[in-house]
């Protein structure tokens, strides 16, 4: 069956190559010999089809019997007919003509070449196919852009972006980027940066690379500190698109090339490839792959701020207007506020120096931070749990839970009140700047403002944002260093159903379930101890983050031990809040723990002796599984005193776990609010008020 290359969907009709060439796109017939290209010792002809303005489309057979070539090879055969032809596109078709790759370059006005590789199946429809071979040919107007202030205010905004962006890389891959590495090299030869990410991200055979570049742009944060309309946002958007396409393109073309080879491999062989190109083909949420990256983008890597609301809301309104129209997904979240970022503080740090020593005690910034770095948190989570529900977070700022809502704007009166008094003066400087409200990185945008600050920071009020700067051969700063005189944390200890320290409860409420080796790292005694079990689902309602969060303080403050897997994005960030106390924690992961590398962040706790770790796994389960995560619950269960479950989906293993504690006579605890509705109907108590500490 030939794949269905069609203008259109519904047009049945099926075309070879060169006819689609011919009849759709109007490129004139050729007739010329075969041009054969040998590499290794296989054969390849290359047949020409068609001509337009220069341009020749040629057709390479496999050999009967033979797949597709590879990638490398392609790229092989690409270079030898390119002595021959100009640009050429070339069609590689496999024995039973029911796959075809279509290569070519990619050429737009002041743009650097791109590499492009479009794989059609039989069946599949061809209108993204056409689109794209539509625009080959002298380009002679560029392709749809974000913005119409021109190229030079983009490869402005590029020189700063790029840079940055490959900063972000090179913590998740530094061997390219140190001295001797492929795109060190690159720099050196001065080669100009914004060619070389996209040659980087083409070309590579090392798929490392390719996952650093892809994890830098989810996680790349641009800000304009007075965006005015948003002519520089839309820059930024303009640089980091086809970034994110040549990062699709390439994982596409690697998850095919393995599901042609059809080697053995490993299920989860490139699984975060195939999660992301099934996020960006998902039709539901996104009508083309154009769509999901621009709207990544806007609710992703753009952040923007102005003291003139109308000049926000003229913002907001051209950034949508790039996502364009016919979206099939609700409007993404833009990272948009009203205020002045020169006017507040952008970390509770330069608070407390603005307060001094005492200032800052007495005005309580300690707990103006953790409440900030809260209600960033739930914000976080909040919103990965709508987009993994719905697939697009469904509010917009203003849209907030009501709680979020209400101590998101106590919080900046907080701040504003608290930050006042470090200024002796009103601040000097225009009616607007009088009038216009302060804005507090912090407070607004805490998970980035806590990892380090924004990576770019454009315009000329630039200066008053800090950024994460470090240049390509220097360790970067705000990369995690390791300790200069490493602890040994590796001793661990066993212990069986006879031996003493095996706690009792285990095996009289597991029975034949109760693991036959207990693996404890850390100080074994806090197993003997009291201890409050703590679970989360994974996916949990707006309010309930920081009610979690709260609770984890509350806890905290109270001083009661607690157990858990800390796994889910809730469980994870109450763990956070509960180390910095002074009261045990337990941790079970679900797999095993010996060769396990602890977070920075246990490493104090751990050489206090408030921090232990216990798994029922050994030998080297490294990943956890759903299998493994089951059996851990259990564990915890097994080993708490009481239960506190801040939310549990129906029908949940955290709801299940609520049913055994009650059955095994403890004290199971959660939230009361109306989501939490069926654990209460289960015989769950609500708190607060809380239970004292546990006798001990």
């Known amino acids: 069956m030939r794949p269905r290359i069609t203008p259109a969907p519904g047009d049945a009709e099926n075309l070879p190559p060169g006819e689609i060439l011919r009849q759709r796109l109007d490129w004139s017939p050729v007739s010329a010999s075969p041009l054969h290209i040998r590499t290794g010792d296989v054969d390849f002809p290359l047949h020409p089809l068609a001509m337009r303005s220069g341009l020749t489309a040629l057709q390479c057979p496999a050999p009967l019997g033979d797949p597709l070539p590879e990638y490398t090879t392609r790229r092989s055969i690409r270079s030898e007919v390119a002595r021959r032809y100009n640009d050429p596109l070339i069609i590689f078709t496999d024995a039973l003509r029911g796959v075809e790759v279509w290569q070519w370059v990619e050429r737009v006005p002041e743009r650097p070449a791109i590499y492009r590789e479009h794989e059609a199946r039989a069946g599949e429809d061809g209108a993204l196919l056409l689109r794209r071979l539509a625009a080959l040919g002298p380009a002679t107007t560029p392709r749809s852009t974000w913005c119409q202030s021109g190229a030079l205010q983009v490869e402005a905004t590029a020189a700063s972006v790029l840079p940055a962006l490959l900063r972000v890389a090179r913590r998740r891959y530094a ?174 740090g330069e608070l407390r120096q603005r307060l001094g020593p005492a200032g800052a005690a007495v005005a309580g910034a300690g707990q103006i931070a953790e409440e900030a770095e809260a209600i960033g948190r739930a914000r976080q989570i909040a919103r990965r749990a709508r987009v993994a529900a719905d697939g697009d977070v469904a509010h917009t700022a203003g849209e907030l839970d009501p709680l979020l809502s209400v101590r998101l704007e106590a919080l900046r009166g907080a701040v504003d009140a608290t930050a006042a008094r470090g200024v002796p003066a009103p601040h000097p400087g225009t009616s607007q700047h009088g009038s216009a409200r302060p804005l507090h990185l912090f407070v607004e945008w805490n998970e980035i403002m806590r990892h380090g600050g924004f990576d770019v920071v454009l315009g000329a009020a630039a200066d008053a944002v800090r950024e994460r700067r470090a240049p390509f051969g220097a360790a970067n700063p705000a990369a995690p260093q390791p300790s200069p005189s490493p602890v040994r944390m590796n001793s661990c200890i066993d212990l069986s159903p006879g031996d003493t320290g095996y706690p009792a409860t285990v095996a009289e409420r597991l029975g034949a379930g109760a693991p036959a080796t207990l693996t404890l790292r850390g100080n074994a005694e806090l197993l003997t101890r009291p201890l409050m079990g703590i679970f989360c689902s994974a996916n949990v309602p707006d309010a309930l983050p920081l009610r979690a969060l709260d609770a984890a303080r509350d806890l905290r403050d109270a001083g009661i031990a607690t157990i858990g897997g800390f796994h889910t994005p809730t469980e994870k960030a109450m763990l956070e809040f509960l180390l910095r106390g002074q009261q045990p924690v337990v941790v079970s992961p679900a797999r095993e723990i010996e060769g396990m590398r602890l977070p920075s962040t246990w490493r104090r706790p751990f050489e206090e002796g408030r921090l232990l770790l216990v798994s029922r796994f050994g030998g080297t389960l490294r990943r956890p599984t759903t299998r493994t995560a089951e059996a851990r619950m259990l564990l915890v269960g097994a080993l708490a005193s009481s239960v506190f479950i801040a939310h549990a989906a129906p029908a949940s293993r955290t709801y299940r776990r609520a049913g055994e504690g009650i059955r095994w006579g403890l004290p199971v605890f959660t939230i009361d609010d109306p989501h939490n509705s069926d654990l209460l109907l289960l015989g769950v108590r609500p708190v607060p008020p809380w239970p004292g500490p546990p006798a001990g």
């Not at 590579?204 to 520089?232: N, Y």
């Open 175 to 348: 061997a390219p980027f140190q001295a001797g590495g492929a795109v060190a090299q690159r720099l050196q030869l001065g080669i100009e940066i914004r060619h070389l990410a996209h040659e980087t991200i083409e070309a590579t055979e090392d798929i490392r690379l390719l996952r650093a570049i892809w994890a830098a742009l989810r996680e790349f944060a641009v800000l304009d500190p007075a965006c005015g309309a948003g002519g520089r946002l839309l820059a930024a958007g303009e640089v980091l698109e086809p970034l994110y396409d040549a990062c699709l393109e390439r994982m596409q073309s690697w998850v095919r090339e393995v599901e042609r080879t059809r080697a053995r491999h490993r299920p989860e062989k490139l699984s975060d490839f195939r999660a992301a190109l099934a996020r960006a083909t998902d039709v539901r949420r996104h009508p083309d792959r154009l769509h999901f990256i621009r709207h990544t983008i806007l609710q992703a890597n753009l952040h923007g701020a102005d003291p003139d609301p109308c000049k926000v809301a003229e913002c907001r309104e051209r950034l949508l207007h790039a996502l364009g129209t016919g979206t099939a997904s609700r409007p993404p979240i833009l990272n948009l506020r009203v205020g002045g970022v020169a006017l507040g503080v952008s970390t509770a």
